[in-house]
C-alpha cells in the first residue's frame, strides 16, 4: 500500500475528533470504546463499530476500550463475553489491558444514583409496567405526572436503599430519573434509572437486587473511563439528551456521544435478537454456521480479518441508513483472497476419465503454479497418470453452442498437463448415465503447451484417480431470498433459502492438500476460494465454499451509477 492510498477518507466523525482535537476540548485526548452486550455473538455490523473505534484511536494515537455493557444479566452469557473478545482479537484489534465490565461499576453508578436522589433529581416510582407507559404519553400527547414524583429525599433514599437490600418484589419499583413528563422527547419523560430484578449475573451473581437501565449505566461507564468520543448508532440519537442530561447533573467528566448510521447488509439480518433465532430454532448449525453474517461465521466460511476491515473502511460512516450489497463484501474477499490464496486443482462433481494411450501403471510429476498473481509463492508438482477425474459439467455429449469444453471428438487442455482429446463415452447401461470418458493424450503437448501452435478452447482441471483425496465441499448461498428479509412485514424466517448450503461427498482433490490444517485457504482453480472446515478428519478434508470466482460487484455498481 502507497502512503497515499493509506491516508484514511475523510468523515464527518473524523472532522468531529480533529476539531475537538484542535480546541483541546479533552486536552488532545482521542478515548473511544466498543461496547457490546454479550448477549450474542458480534456479526459484520460490530466490524464496522469495532473497526471505527480501534481504527480511529490508532490513527489519532488514542487508546479504545473494550467494554462489556453487562446490565441485563437474563439475557447474557459468559460463553458470548469468551467469543466476544476471540472475534474482537481475530479482526486484528487489540485493547491492551483496558478490558471492562459495566458492571464493575454497579457500586459507583449505585453512588451517583444516590447524589441524584439527594439533588432531587430522581425519585422511586411504585407505579407498575402498565401504568409507567401508559403514563408516558405519546409523541403528541404529553405525559402524566406519577403521583410519586414529589416523594421526599428522605422517603427516596430510605426506599432505594431497600430496593437494593431486595426487600421488595420484582417489578413493584423502579427509580426514575426526574426530568419532564411534558418533554416532546419521550426519552426525557422520566426514564427508568433501575430496575428490581432478581437474577444472578455472571459476574456479580446475587449480589445486587436491583440493576441499572442502559441509558443510565452507558453515559457514566463513558465518564469513569474518561472517554472522549462515545460512538454509537443512529438509533440513540434521540437518546443523547438524555445521556448529557445525566452527566450535567453531576460534577463529572463528559464525554461526546456521535451517532453513525448501523450497517445494513442485503440478503442477511445484522441483529442479534434475530440471530439468536435461527440458532435456537435449528435453521443454522450455530452461531459460527459459515452461512451467518457472524464474525465466528465469516471466519468459518473463510473470510480474512483484512477483507473485513478494508471492506468497512469503503462503506465509510455516514449519517444515514442504506444497505450495503453483499458483493462488495465478497468483492473485498475475493480481492484479499486473489493475491494469497495458493491456487490447487479440485474437482468437485468426479467425471472418470481415462487415458488409452497413456502407459498403464505410469506417473508423471507435473510442475503447477501456486499462485500466478505472485511468483514468490513457487510451484509445486501434481501428478498425472492414466486415470483421472474431470468435473462433469466440463462435458457435453452433446454441446450447445458457445461450450468450448470436452465433447466427442473435442480436444481441450488440462491444466498443466496435456492436450486430451475425447474418443469414446462410457454409459451406465440401466441410466443412460455418462460413467466415463475415454481419451487419448498427445505426448507432445506436456505441460500444457502445443508444439505446432495449435490451439484449444478450454482448459480444464483434473486431477489424478489414484492419487487423489476425497473431500466433502459445502457449497453456500444466500440464508435468504430476498435482499430484504422481513422488510415487508412478515417473519423474517419466512424468507430462509431452502438452498443455502449443498454438501457434496465425493469430491476429488490433489493428494498435496492432505492434512491442510482447518482455516487454511486456497483457490480450486475454477471454481472459487475454499477453506478448510474444523469437521476435517485426516482421512477426509472438508472445505467450505468462501466464495465462487465470479465477482459481480462491478456489475451491482455499474447498475447503481
Ligand atoms: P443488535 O441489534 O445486533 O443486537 P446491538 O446494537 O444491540 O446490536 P450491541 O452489543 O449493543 O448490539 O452493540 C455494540 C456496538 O456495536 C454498539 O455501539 C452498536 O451501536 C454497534 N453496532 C451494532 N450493530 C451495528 C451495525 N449493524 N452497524 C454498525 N454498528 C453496530
Ligand atoms: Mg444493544
Known sequence: MTTIDARPTPNFIRNIIEEDLKTGKYGKRVHTRFPPEPNGYLHIGHAKSICLNFGLAAEYKGLCNLRFDDTNPTKEEVEYVESIKEDVRWLGFDWADRLFYASDYFEQLYRYAVQLIKSGKAYVCDLSPEEIREYRGTLTAPGKESPYRMRSVEENLDLFERMRAGEFEDGSRVLRAKIDMASGNLNMRDPVMYRILRATHHRTGDKWRIYPMYDFAHCFSDSIEGITHSICTLEFEDHRPLYDWFLDQ????????????????????????????????GYVTGWDDPRMPTLAGLRRRGYTPESIQDFCERIGVAKRESMVDMAL?????????????????GVLRPLRVVIDNYPEGQVEELEAVNNPEDPGMGS??????????????????????????????????????????C????????????VELRCTYDPETRGGD????????????????AHALEAEVRLYDHLFLKPEPGEDGQDFRTYLNPKSLEILTSCRV?????????????QFERQGYFCVDPDSSNEKPVFNRTVPLRDSWAKVEKAQK
Not at 463484501?329 to 486443482?345: F, T
Not at 502445443?450 to 484417480?465: E, F, I, M, N, Y
Open 250 to 281: 453531576l460534577d463529572v467528566h463528559h464525554p461526546q456521544q456521535i451517532e453513525f448510521a448501523r450497517l445494513n447488509l442485503s440478503y442477511t439480518v445484522l441483529s442479534k435478537r434475530k440471530l439468536v433465532q435461527l440458532v435456537e430454532g
Open 329 to 345: 463484501l465478497e468483492h473485498c474477499l475475493r480481492e484479499d483472497l486473489n493475491k494469497r490464496a495458493p491456487r490447487v486443482m
Open 380 to 421: 509445486r508438482r501434481v501428478p498425472f497418470s492414466r486415470v483421472l477425474y474431470i468435473e462433469q459439467e466440463d462435458f457435453r455429449e452433446d454441446p450447445p453452442k458457445k461450450f468450448y469444453r470436452l465433447a466427442p471428438g473435442r480436444e481441450v487442455r488440462l491444466r498443466y498437463a496435456y492436450f486430451i482429446t
Open 423 to 434: 474418443v469414446g463415452v462410457v454409459k451406465d447401461e440401466q441410466t443412460g448415465e455418462v
Open 450 to 465: 502445443s508444439p505446432d501452435g495449435r490451439k484449444v478452447k478450454a482448459t480444464l482441471h483434473w486431477v489424478s484417480a
Open 510 to 522: 490433489e493428494p498435496g492438500l492432505a492434512g491442510a490444517t482447518p482455516g487454511s485457504r486456497y
